[in-house]
């Protein structure tokens, strides 16, 4: 059974001195926004970290498989949905093939269900609107990208005619110790507070079958866990800060009315979402102070204070609590 209730949440992480998410199209230096030099990260990274951890923790496979996997083709996965639902795998399949083709998508891949597809590149088997989404992530302060040089003991050269081991080994020989050693270079930044607005559609879910007992679950314990398998040179130090929910349970006297507010939502979701309303993040000037510091360098240069009084009436707050290894409810 899919979701019946509409879930906003705020996802905080941090990244020290590691590029949290590199721009390509500027030398992969960590991403900001050039007005207020505050970091990005993407909701494609973000997505992308969800699914390695979903791939690791079930093996890739059914129900929990991912679509959109590192160096495949995607005309693969759509091709074998027409064959696991007895079509031809063709262009312009008759309406009834592309359903059962996108119920297969749905009912195989997680990140089908969780953040819909486009699944007509090849073989047609529609499109999935996810119920799932992100926003970028943006610091809360800003960040001071770096671009360091680092040294490299040694070189990759493809030298012209060297074709067995020996080859190079002779060729390494004949070179001065000076030019078998080069220079790189690693962007960073010291220090960043990322947050992150989650939004889950208990309609989208409908459509794909995002159920709450395996997948909402998984989802959570994904963004929870998700940075401890993505470790890396460049990444530097990441790490997750709190999972904050907004469940919209309702307030109506009637169970029908409130399933249907469930649905719906009690609350805009920059009423629950935007920092300050309920999640209030503030500088830690004291531990700054301690630290000797002029700007954040350490999560704990931040305080996290939670105003219940704020969280609208119909609404619930859960959050990741790390005894449980899941969301435990602190109001409503």
Same mark, same amino acid.
């Given at each position: 059974?899919?979701?019946?209730?509409?879930?906003?949440?705020?996802?905080?992480?941090? +990244?020290?001195?590691?590029?949290?998410? #590199?721009?390509?199209?500027?030398?992969?230096?960590?991403?900001?926004? *050039?007005?207020?030099?505050?970091?990005?990260?993407?909701?494609?990274?973000? @997505?992308?970290?969800?699914?390695?951890?979903?791939?690791?923790?079930? #093996?890739?496979?059914?129900?929990?498989?991912?679509?959109?996997?590192?160096?495949?083709?995607?005309?693969? *996965?759509?091709?074998?949905?027409?064959?696991?639902?007895?079509?031809?795998?063709?262009?312009?399949?008759?309406?009834?093939?592309?359903?059962?083709?996108?119920?297969?998508?749905?009912?195989?891949?997680?990140?089908?269900?969780?953040?819909?597809?486009? =699944?007509?590149?090849?073989?047609?088997?529609?499109?999935?609107?996810?119920?799932?989404?992100?926003?970028?992530?943006?610091?809360?302060?800003?960040? %001071?990208?770096?671009?360091?040089?680092?040294?490299?003991?040694?070189?990759?050269?493809?030298? @012209?005619?060297?074709?067995?081991?020996?080859?190079?080994?002779?060729?390494?020989?004949?070179?001065?110790?000076?030019?078998?050693?080069?220079? #790189?270079?690693?962007?960073?930044?010291?220090?960043?507070?990322?947050?992150?607005?989650?939004?889950?559609?208990?309609?989208?879910?409908?459509?794909?079958?995002?159920?709450?007992?395996?997948?909402?679950?998984?989802?959570?314990?994904?963004?929870?866990? =998700?940075?401890?398998?993505?470790?890396?040179?460049?990444?530097?130090?990441?790490?997750?800060?709190?999972?904050?929910?907004?469940?919209?349970?309702?307030?109506?006297?009637?169970?029908?009315?409130?399933?249907?507010?469930?649905? %719906?939502? +009690?609350?805009?979701?920059?009423?629950?979402?935007?920092?300050?309303?309920?999640?209030?993040?503030?500088?830690?000037?004291?531990?700054?102070?301690?630290?000797?510091?002029?700007?954040?360098?350490?999560?704990?240069?931040?305080?996290?204070?939670?105003?219940?009084?704020?969280? *609208?009436? #119909?609404?619930?707050?859960?959050?990741?609590?790390?005894?449980?290894?899941?969301? @435990? @409810?602190?109001?409503?």
């Amino acid at each position: 059974m899919s979701i019946q209730n509409r879930y906003e949440f705020l996802y905080l992480f941090d +990244c020290e001195n590691g590029n949290p998410n #590199g721009d390509p199209d500027a030398g992969n230096a960590p991403r900001i926004d *050039p007005e207020d030099m505050r970091g990005l990260v993407s909701d494609v990274a973000l @997505k992308r970290r969800v699914r390695n951890y979903v791939q690791i923790a079930h #093996g890739n496979i059914t129900p929990n498989a991912i679509f959109i996997e590192h160096a495949t083709n995607l005309n693969r *996965p759509i091709t074998k949905a027409y064959e696991e639902t007895g079509g031809v795998p063709e262009k312009g399949a008759s309406k009834d093939k592309v359903r059962l083709a996108r119920e297969w998508m749905c009912k195989t891949f997680y990140d089908v269900r969780a953040f819909g597809a486009v =699944m007509s590149t090849g073989p047609n088997a529609g499109q999935v609107r996810g119920p799932v989404q992100f926003s970028f992530a943006r610091s809360l302060d800003p960040v %001071l990208p770096l671009d360091i040089s680092i040294t490299r003991m040694a070189v990759a050269v493809d030298v @012209k005619g060297a074709k067995t081991s020996e080859d190079y080994l002779k060729w390494e020989n004949e070179q001065d110790e000076d030019k078998l050693r080069t220079m #790189g270079r690693k962007n960073l930044i010291p220090y960043g507070l990322y947050a992150t607005k989650g939004f889950i559609s208990a309609h989208l879910a409908d459509g794909t079958g995002f159920s709450e007992e395996n997948d909402l679950a998984l989802l959570w314990e994904a963004l929870a866990k =998700m940075y401890d398998h993505d470790r890396s040179s460049s990444k530097g130090y990441m790490a997750r800060r709190g999972i904050y929910v907004f469940k919209h349970v309702g307030n109506d006297a009637t169970p029908e009315q409130r399933a249907r507010q469930a649905k %719906l939502g +009690c609350a805009p979701a920059q009423a629950l979402l935007d920092i300050g309303k309920v999640v209030d993040i503030q500088k830690n000037i004291e531990a700054m102070n301690t630290d000797n510091v002029t700007t954040p360098r350490r999560f704990e240069h931040y305080t996290v204070q939670i105003h219940k009084d704020r969280i *609208p009436s #119909g609404v619930e707050l859960w959050a990741w609590d790390d005894s449980t290894a899941g969301l @435990k @409810k602190i109001h409503g």
